[in-house]
Structure formats: structure tokens, C-alpha cells
């Protein structure tokens, strides 16, 4: 899943082209670009909504700007995880999906996409709601993830509702 601008088609592969990495596994050198996913809907809004904590309130306005689309992979993609066991055996800790500076984990995500295996992209933990997994999908794999739907985030009052009360956010107009 992931959320978008309304109007704006949901896969983006950035930083646009010419523009210096301004994400978290963005490349330094700008050769490749990186869609940012989310398994589950609450790893988009809490990527998208709370980056800048305390978040307490949220208005309409915000919301009504931006879909949640869903994303189907039309073939397996292979992911570097960057959680649990899959720490270790890179010789990480879990700090490199939560650490301020994106320096370090851009230089890893250079590495990790110029690795002989060319793996897909990298599967970490959400910063901003650790329960959730984001996946960093390198622009090798865009051809095989499309598109199946995208919708208002305010258009399921219950699926928003349930958002809201998981983070305690009150609306605004």
C-alpha cells in the first residue's frame, strides 16, 4: 500500500532526477530511485502523518488531499530485511530504520542495491509506528507492482475512525 497525492500517480520512484536523496534508503549518487511502501495501511499514515511528532490533530483538508492505494506485485520481489534475524546477518541494528541522519542508511541502501544478487529492495520497520513494516522497493522492480485501486482517505469513515483512535488524533477542519 501507500499513500499519495490525490491526482498523482501512487508508484513514485524519488528523488526526481536531478534532485539531491532526500529519504531515508534514497541513493547518495542519484542512480537509482526508491518507491516507499507500507504492508498495511497504518505503516502508510504513520509514515505520511506522524513524522513530526507530537501529532495530536490532523485536518480534514490533509486528509481529503491524499489516497491510499493498493499495490499488487505481479512477481516475487526479493527483499533485504532489515529487521529481526536479518540484522545480523548484514552486520546491522535495528537503528538503521530509525536514526535522524539518513547518511548511513543511504550509504547501506547503495550497497545493498549494487550487491550481485539485486535484491529488490529492503523490508524494515516503520520509525514512526514500529508494529509496521515498510518495505524501500528499488526502481528495478516498478514493472512488475501496479496499481488495483486507490481512494480517499476519507472515504471509509470506519477504516479513518479506527486509524484515528489507533494513534488517539482528533480532526480539524
Known amino acids: 500500500m501507500r499513500i499519495h497525492i490525490r491526482g498523482k500517480e501512487p508508484l513514485w520512484f524519488g528523488p526526481a532526477t536531478g534532485s539531491p536523496p532526500v529519504n531515508r534508503f534514497d541513493d547518495p549518487n542519484g542512480e537509482f530511485r ?5 504492508t498495511m495501511i497504518e505503516a ?7 513524522r513530526n511528532p507530537p501529532v495530536r490533530v490532523l485536518t480534514i483538508s490533509d486528509l481529503a488531499s491524499r489516497c491510499i492505494a493498493t499495490l499488487e ?3 516475487e520481489v526479493r527483499l533485504v530485511s ?8 548484514i552486520g546491522l541494528t535495528a537503528e ?4 535522524r541522519s539518513y547518511e548511513r542508511s543511504q550509504a547501506w541502501s547503495r550497497a545493498i542495491w549494487k550487491h550481485r544478487d539485486l535484491p529488490d529492495g529492503m523490508a524494515y520497520r516503520s ?12 526502481d528495478r522492480a516498478g514493472a512488475h507492482v501496479e496499481k488495483v485501486g486507490s481512494a480517499s482517505l476519507v472515504d471509509d469513515p470506519r477504516l479513518l475512525g479506527r486509524i484515528l483512535n489507533r494513534y488517539a488524533l482528533g480532526l480539524t477542519r
Open 34 to 38: 526508491v518507491c516507499y511502501l507500507g
Open 44 to 50: 502508510c499514515f504513520a509514515e505520511t502523518f506522524l
Open 73 to 75: 506485485v505481479r512477481r
Open 82 to 89: 532489515l529487521h529481526g534475524a536479518g540484522l545480523a546477518r
Open 96 to 99: 538503521i530504520a530509525a536514526e
Open 127 to 138: 520509525r514512526h509506528d514500529n508494529s509496521a513494516f515498510c518495505i524501500a522497493l528499488f
